[in-house]
């Protein structure tokens, strides 16, 4: 039984590490851009971010356009499907351990 623990520990915790690092993933360059001048150029420079078109501004000229606009909102429900599931597993987890006690 101990052994079954750990395993459900250790997917929790790779769950969990999966669910951050996606996170980072999305919301990092958003934030260093707002955050960091320097940063939203290089954003620009890698096409990351663009200056042409902008429907969503994170910096003072630079910001989303409709195409990176949709690709952030495809992966903003992605990361929103991983913390459903997560969550779910979770409790049926806990409900199945209840009932087996």
Do not use: C, W, Y
Request: hydrophobic letters at 55%.
């Amino acid at each position: 039984m101990s052994e079954n623990r750990n395993s459900e520990l250790s997917d929790d915790t790779l769950t969990l590490i999966l669910i951050g690092t996606f996170a980072l993933m999305l919301f990092g360059p958003t934030l260093a851009a707002r955050l960091i001048p320097q940063a939203a150029s290089f954003l620009v420079d890698v096409h990351v971010l663009t200056t042409e078109n902008v429907i969503l501004p994170l910096s003072d000229a630079a910001g989303l356009d409709l195409g990176r606009l949709v690709i952030a909102a495809g992966g903003l429900l992605l990361l929103l499907a991983l913390v459903v599931f997560a969550v779910r597993r979770a409790a049926a987890r806990s409900a199945k351990s209840t009932a087996t006690r």
